[in-house]
């Protein structure tokens, strides 16, 4: 079964670091593109970072840029994303997700892990 | 930054069909892709490149994009339909773009 499964998240002060973690199966990780998607409570989708197959290649949203670091190990099938100086904004449900090519629909979800950033 | 606008609610009867609307300066000139999220659930891919279905979409989902607009179209609207949809598309500025969403409510 193809299958992403998010872990890392929980609740933060402000200015705090936290990283996420998100574990692919039943596909090919490795030929991915993959990115980091978030929601914050009541609002629409936002993409926050994604990553080309071989990590040589990775691009922000302008609000992220600075403070997150999304990585890859393809040894372990997982994806990373290391935030630090984390704000009240931040606040989301953070999904991981897969897709063949850079710009291509996102194909594969995870079912997101929550990052809740307060004092 | 490149903005997507989608009217916020559509609302339509059982069996009937529903248009969403995703505007953007020169969409036509983009890829676009649409996703379904029902509550409590992640997104799910409905459209990718403007009109393609993954497979297990059902056919009564369709896309076309055309100027400064995109539309997803569900045909036969039925209960499950009901949802939130958003259109997206990858920027010239190196990013992904998500639509506002809309609500989909089947009366």
């Known amino acids: 079964e193809v299958q992403l499964v998010e872990s890392g998240g929980g609740l933060v002060q402000p200015g705090g670091s936290l990283r996420l973690s998100c574990a692919a199966s039943g596909f090919t990780f490795s030929s991915y593109w993959m990115s980091w998607v978030r929601q914050a409570p009541g609002k629409g989708l936002e993409w926050v970072a994604n990553i080309k197959q071989d990590g040589s290649e990775k691009y922000y949203v302008d609000s992220v840029k600075g403070r997150f670091t999304i990585s890859r190990d393809n040894a372990k099938n997982s994806l990373y994303l290391q935030m630090n100086s984390l704000r009240a904004e931040d606040t989301a449900v953070y999904y991981c997700?897969?897709?063949?090519?850079?710009?291509?629909?996102?194909?594969?979800w995870g079912q997101g892990t929550t990052v809740t950033v307060s004092s | 930054s490149y903005v997507l606008t989608q009217p916020p609610s559509v609302s339509v009867a059982p069996g009937k069909t529903a248009r969403i609307t995703c505007g953007g300066n020169?969409?036509?000139?983009?890829?676009v892709h649409w996703y379904q999220q029902k509550p409590g659930q992640a997104p799910v891919l409905v459209i990718y490149?403007?009109?393609d279905r993954p497979s297990g979409i059902p056919e009564r989902f369709s896309g076309s994009n055309s100027g400064n607009t995109a539309t997803l179209t569900i045909s036969r609207v039925e209960a499950g339909d009901e949802a939130d949809y958003y259109c997206?598309?990858?920027?010239?500025?190196?990013?992904?773009?998500f639509g506002t969403g809309t609500k989909v409510t089947v009366l």
């Open positions: 490149y403007d009109s």
């Open positions: 020169n969409i036509g000139s983009k890829s």
């Open positions: 997206q598309v990858w920027d010239s500025s190196s990013s992904y773009v």
């Open positions: 997700a897969s897709s063949q090519g850079l710009g291509d629909g996102m194909d594969v």
